[in-house]
C-alpha cells in the first residue's frame, strides 16, 4: 500500500468479484484448514520449482 500501482492492483475488479485487499481478514477467517492444505498441494503440485544448491 506505498504506492498508487499497488493499491490499484489490490482493488477488486469483475475477474475476482470485486474482493479488495480489505476483503482479505474475512476470507482467511473463513478457510478451514483443508482448504489451505488443499490450495497449497494444488499450488506446488502445478507449479515448476527450481533448487538451487549453494557449497
Do not use: C, H, W
Not at 500501482?5 to 476470507?27: C, S
Amino acid at each position: 500500500m506505498d504506492s498508487i500501482p499497488g493499491i490499484a492492483n489490490q482493488m477488486g475488479d469483475r475477474l475476482n468479484d470485486f474482493t479488495n485487499v480489505y476483503d482479505e481478514v474475512e476470507i482467511i477467517k473463513n478457510l478451514s484448514f483443508n482448504e489451505i492444505i488443499d490450495a497449497a498441494k494444488n499450488f506446488f503440485e502445478n507449479s515448476q520449482t527450481t533448487r538451487n544448491v549453494i557449497i
